[in-house]
């Protein structure tokens, strides 16, 4: 069988990475659903950027261990975490290189420095790095972690304590998460003094299993195994992320050998997947979301009427049977079923169009209104074709009067203009990044994240008090109250429509071990190997 075109350039491009035969060389192509919107994790909440960024080439203070929620050592070896909860002190792993590449050779191992500026750069207005991204630091920003931290010690080069503004429960957990990643001062400090603020988001430098190489823009992002890596070097020579948005040419890409991994299959397609030789199909009960929000800034969401009008509109039944072909859980709540404190009792929005029609009459729109419904334009674990739902919510909308156009863009500038509110509705989705309610509640409908990711752009006062309550506590028992009262109040104020939380399925390739399906939805390459 003649290679492809792109088969081509990946060996070309492999042999150039090394400098050695290919045949000598493993090689891994893992076919990647959309194009990153950049490398430094911390100023994006995309996984698709955390997986060419911080999955790749960064480490935090910890790790979560691959295919858990378990927080394991990472850069730190240890930490210690004071009895009232305010002091967290991290003991920093001797040794740690940090990335040595054609643009950047450090002259010292990774120390104290490193720490305090991969957080200050997140928190101090004055910093130049704040400056240059203008305190978009949204993860950071939608936690609230700028009013948690109140100081950085510097206890010695290498021991960190974080002084904290009051507990939180799931702090130690938050510091594994892919905005927590470890940055290199000095080539922060080499990137300020040559006037080029944006090398650390261009050109990164990590201390992570893999070095980045190059990118060529909507097309082909290429890393080497770091040889110095303090876990060990990984087991394959060359990660290529070759960018794929239609799941379909993934597909096919797989069944020619032309990659070895791939994310977010067609459900339509599962069956011909699971029926091709030379792969296996993992799955996993998925930590995920998936929705449609409402901007409650906008005129035609403020009122509650119309927000559970619109959510007794959508047959959430024919969506899973098309857009997902089953392999989902209609979503009534805005965490997972899978997750502790998730509550059962909640009654869902049912599909119900004559009572959508008197909701929008009691609400003084009777003759209903033109809005818009935004899709995104890639494939993710959440939702599998936001095209094929749009249109489906589409024209369920349609029947109670409610003219609805789809509107799109290229993904990074999809997560930018939602981001700033420009969306009436937008198709979004959440899959968790630590194993806590917080992750979902707080980050996405909380107050702080107002402007980020919350783009219900709802800001609730209960709401809020609830969340607030269960994260300065330990007490699982009263977490959970807590969270299950905030879903309440979520559910009666519907900023969203709940859609589904899906399963989620990966196609890997015999050539491929140790892969492992990761729970909060990353895509992880350190510990793989090829035969």
């Known amino acids: 069988m003649k290679k492809s075109l792109l088969a081509l350039a990946i060996l070309a491009g492999s042999t150039a990475l090394t400098g050695t035969a290919f ?51 990472g850069v730190a070896e240890s ?3 004071s009895e009232d909860g305010l002091e967290l002190t991290f003991k920093l792993r001797a040794g740690v290189k940090f990335h040595s590449t054609d643009y950047f050779t450090p002259t ?12 200050t750069r997140q928190m101090d207005e004055n910093n130049a790095y704040y400056k240059n991204a203008n305190g978009a630091w949204e ?32 702090i130690v957990a938050n510091f594994a998460m892919a905005f927590a990643g470890i940055q290199s001062a000095e080539y922060a400090a080499a990137g300020e003094a040559a006037g080029n603020l944006d090398n650390v988001n261009q050109n990164p430098i990590g201390t992570g299993p893999f070095k980045f190489v190059a990118y060529q823009k909507d097309a082909v992002i290429r890393y080497v195994a770091n040889a110095d890596y303090w876990g060990g070097k990984p087991a394959i020579d060359n990660l290529i992320f070759s960018i794929t948005p239609d799941a379909s040419v993934r597909f096919q890409k797989m069944k020619a050998g032309e990659c070895h991994v791939m994310p977010y299959p067609a459900p339509a397609e599962l069956d011909m997947i699971k029926a091709t030789d ?47 072909s089953g392999y989902a859980t209609i979503a009534k709540n805005p ?12 009654t869902d929005d049912e599909y ?9 009459a009691e609400a003084g729109m009777a003759d209903g209104f033109k809005t818009n419904i935004w899709a995104m334009p890639v494939s993710r674990p959440y939702n599998p074709d936001a095209r094929k739902m749009a249109e489906l919510i589409q024209a369920d909308w349609a029947k109670i009067g409610v003219d609805a156009e789809i509107v799109s863009f290229e993904w990074g500038e999809y997560l930018k203009r939602s981001k700033d509110g420009e969306h009436d509705t937008v198709l979004l989705g959440w899959t968790g990044d630590n194993g806590d309610p917080d992750n979902f509640l707080r980050v996405l409908l909380g107050k702080a ?24 506590t330990s007490d699982s028992a009263a977490r959970t109250a807590s969270y299950k009262k905030a879903q309440e109040i979520f559910k009666a104020e519907a900023p969203w429509a709940t859609i589904a939380h899906s399963i989620v399925f990966m196609p890997v390739s015999d050539k491929v071990t140790g892969y492992v399906v990761d729970p909060l939805g990353g895509h992880w390459f350190s510990n793989v190997d090829m035969n």
């Open 23 to 73: 045949a000598a060389d493993k090689t891994l192509v893992y076919c990647s659903e959309g194009s990153p919107e950049g490398f430094d994790a911390s100023l994006f909440t995309s996984g698709t950027t955390f997986d060419a960024s911080a999955n790749t080439m960064f480490d935090g203070l910890v790790n979560f261990k691959i295919g858990t929620t378990e927080v394991v050592p």
């Open 79 to 81: 930490w210690e975490v």
């Open 108 to 119: 010292r191992d990774l120390n104290a420095d490193d720490v305090i500026f991969s957080f």
């Open 139 to 170: 993860y950071f920003n939608a936690m609230d972690m700028s009013n948690l931290i109140k100081d950085i010690v510097r206890v010695d080069d290498m021991t960190v304590k974080f002084v904290l503004d009051h507990p939180e429960a799931p």
């Open 278 to 324: 030379g792969m296996s199909l993992l799955q996993q009960e998925g930590l995920n979301v998936g929705y449609l929000a409402y901007n409650t800034e906008k005129e035609n969401f403020k009122n509650v009427k119309v927000r559970k009008a619109l959510n007794h509109a959508i047959n959430k039944q024919a969506i899973k049977d098309v857009v997902f």
């Open 335 to 346: 965490i997972p079923p899978t997750m502790w404190s998730y509550d059962e009792s909640t």
């Open 352 to 360: 119900d169009p004559e009572k959508a029609k008197a909701l929008l």
């Open 449 to 472: 994240a107002v402007g980020g990711s919350n783009r219900a752009r709802w800001a609730n006062d209960e709401f809020e008090a609830e969340i607030q309550a269960a994260l300065i």
